[in-house]
Protein backbone atom coordinates (compact mmCIF):
# COMPACT_ATOMS: atom_id res chain seq x y z
CA UNK A 1 0.00 0.00 0.00
CA UNK A 2 1.27 3.43 -1.08
CA UNK A 3 0.04 6.90 1.36
CA UNK A 4 0.40 9.91 0.17
CA UNK A 5 0.37 12.98 2.19
CA UNK A 6 1.58 16.43 2.51
CA UNK A 7 -0.59 18.22 0.31
CA UNK A 8 -2.35 21.57 1.03
CA UNK A 9 -2.90 25.23 0.01
CA UNK A 10 -0.13 26.89 -0.67
CA UNK A 11 0.80 30.69 -2.04
CA UNK A 12 2.45 31.23 -5.20
CA UNK A 13 6.07 30.98 -5.32
CA UNK A 14 5.52 28.73 -1.79
CA UNK A 15 6.99 25.34 -1.19
CA UNK A 16 5.40 21.96 0.29
CA UNK A 17 6.84 18.48 0.37
CA UNK A 18 4.84 15.64 -0.09
CA UNK A 19 5.94 11.99 1.44
CA UNK A 20 4.42 8.87 -0.04
CA UNK A 21 5.21 5.93 2.88
CA UNK A 22 5.20 2.13 1.45
CA UNK A 23 3.78 -0.10 3.90
CA UNK A 24 3.00 -4.24 3.43
CA UNK A 25 5.71 -6.05 1.05
CA UNK A 26 8.14 -3.19 1.73
CA UNK A 27 11.39 -5.62 1.40
CA UNK A 28 10.58 -6.02 -2.53
CA UNK A 29 12.54 -3.17 -4.37
CA UNK A 30 10.23 -0.22 -5.63
CA UNK A 31 10.70 2.11 -8.66
CA UNK A 32 8.86 4.87 -7.62
CA UNK A 33 7.15 8.37 -9.31
CA UNK A 34 4.89 10.65 -8.94
CA UNK A 35 1.95 12.36 -11.06
CA UNK A 36 -0.38 14.71 -10.91
CA UNK A 37 -3.88 14.84 -12.53
CA UNK A 38 -5.76 18.51 -12.96
CA UNK A 39 -9.09 19.05 -13.00
CA UNK A 40 -10.37 18.45 -16.42
CA UNK A 41 -6.68 17.36 -17.48
CA UNK A 42 -4.92 13.80 -17.84
CA UNK A 43 -2.73 12.88 -15.23
CA UNK A 44 0.65 13.98 -15.89
CA UNK A 45 4.05 12.34 -15.47
CA UNK A 46 6.31 14.86 -12.60
CA UNK A 47 9.19 12.57 -11.40
CA UNK A 48 10.07 9.73 -11.12
CA UNK A 49 13.50 7.72 -8.85
CA UNK A 50 15.29 4.55 -9.31
CA UNK A 51 15.70 1.93 -6.58
CA UNK A 52 19.43 2.55 -6.38
CA UNK A 53 18.22 6.66 -5.18
CA UNK A 54 20.99 7.66 -7.83
CA UNK A 55 18.98 7.69 -10.81
CA UNK A 56 16.12 10.44 -11.29
CA UNK A 57 14.05 12.05 -14.09
CA UNK A 58 11.92 15.40 -13.38
CA UNK A 59 9.28 16.41 -16.05
CA UNK A 60 10.41 19.93 -17.73
CA UNK A 61 7.55 21.53 -16.37
CA UNK A 62 8.84 21.33 -12.89
CA UNK A 63 12.63 21.33 -13.65
CA UNK A 64 14.23 23.10 -11.42
CA UNK A 65 11.79 23.54 -9.18
CA UNK A 66 10.89 19.92 -8.23
CA UNK A 67 12.99 17.33 -7.02
CA UNK A 68 12.33 13.47 -6.47
CA UNK A 69 14.10 11.81 -3.40
CA UNK A 70 13.79 8.94 -0.55
CA UNK A 71 14.79 7.00 2.06
CA UNK A 72 14.53 3.28 1.65
CA UNK A 73 15.15 2.67 5.07
CA UNK A 74 12.17 4.69 5.80
CA UNK A 75 10.06 2.66 2.70
CA UNK A 76 9.53 6.51 1.81
CA UNK A 77 9.79 8.63 -1.16
CA UNK A 78 9.61 12.36 -1.18
CA UNK A 79 8.66 15.56 -3.72
CA UNK A 80 9.94 18.52 -2.97
CA UNK A 81 7.99 21.39 -4.84
CA UNK A 82 9.50 24.89 -4.73
CA UNK A 83 8.47 28.17 -6.51
CA UNK A 84 5.28 27.03 -6.80
CA UNK A 85 2.99 28.14 -9.82
CA UNK A 86 -1.30 27.98 -10.07
CA UNK A 87 -0.70 25.57 -12.35
CA UNK A 88 0.82 23.49 -10.61
CA UNK A 89 -2.70 23.14 -8.99
CA UNK A 90 -3.46 19.14 -8.94
CA UNK A 91 -4.16 15.85 -7.12
CA UNK A 92 -0.45 14.32 -6.67
CA UNK A 93 -0.40 10.41 -6.78
CA UNK A 94 2.49 8.34 -6.50
CA UNK A 95 3.28 5.29 -7.77
CA UNK A 96 5.62 2.11 -7.14
CA UNK A 97 6.79 -1.02 -9.15
CA UNK A 98 8.95 -3.53 -9.07
CA UNK A 99 12.30 -2.35 -11.66
CA UNK A 100 13.83 -4.33 -14.85
CA UNK A 101 16.86 -3.17 -13.14
CA UNK A 102 17.87 -1.23 -9.28
CA UNK A 103 18.55 2.22 -11.74
CA UNK A 104 15.52 2.17 -13.77
CA UNK A 105 12.97 4.78 -13.78
CA UNK A 106 9.69 4.92 -15.35
CA UNK A 107 7.73 8.08 -16.41
CA UNK A 108 4.76 6.13 -17.97
CA UNK A 109 1.10 5.88 -15.67
CA UNK A 110 0.96 2.26 -17.18
CA UNK A 111 4.33 1.28 -16.60
CA UNK A 112 3.51 1.31 -12.50
CA UNK A 113 1.31 -1.69 -10.73
CA UNK A 114 0.94 0.40 -7.49
CA UNK A 115 -0.95 3.67 -6.89
CA UNK A 116 -1.61 5.79 -3.43
CA UNK A 117 -4.53 7.25 -3.17
CA UNK A 118 -3.53 11.30 -4.22
CA UNK A 119 -2.91 14.13 -1.65
CA UNK A 120 -4.28 18.26 -3.46
CA UNK A 121 -2.22 20.81 -3.76
CA UNK A 122 -3.86 23.71 -4.11
CA UNK A 123 -1.47 26.92 -4.83
CA UNK A 124 -3.22 30.79 -5.21
CA UNK A 125 -2.45 33.23 -6.57
Known amino acids: QLQASGGGLVQAGGSLRLSCAAS????????MGWFRQAPGKEREFVAA????????YVADSVKGRFAISRDNGKNTVYLQMNSLKPEDTAVYYC????????????????????WGQGTLVTVSS
Open 24 to 31: GRTESTYA
Open 95 to 114: AARIPAYARSYYSHFYEYDY
Open 49 to 56: ISWSVDNT
